[in-house]
């Protein structure tokens, strides 16, 4: 073979290593925080977590959801956060609110 082959020949297999590793990596954590006095169900539309009123719940390599995420209250009342929500995001429910803030280094 001559150079220019071995040359591409390991490209294309540092191409295909590369792509091996990123397929294998977490997808990544994502984070809800309840600051409400009440606790919430959040439906990601695959999963449904409750989480106690000035708690957290951390959804381990889920990645992000597949559509809008929806926060449902004890009074019955329910917010809809457009999706979908990745791991870079962290849901935050506060008193009837709910809002998405950037994700700290330690929780990703």
Known sequence: MSGRTWLATGGL?????????????????????????????????????????GGGAVLLDYGCTPGDVTVAFTSGQAVVVSGPVCPEQRIVVRDGQVELQPASANDT
Do not use: F, H, Q
């Open 13 to 53: 297999v540092t191409v295909a290593l590369t792509a091996a590793l990123t397929a294998c990596s977490s997808p990544g954590d994502l984070s809800i925080s309840n600051e409400s006095p009440t606790d919430v169900t959040v439906l990601t539309g695959d999963e449904e977590v409750t989480v106690s009123a």
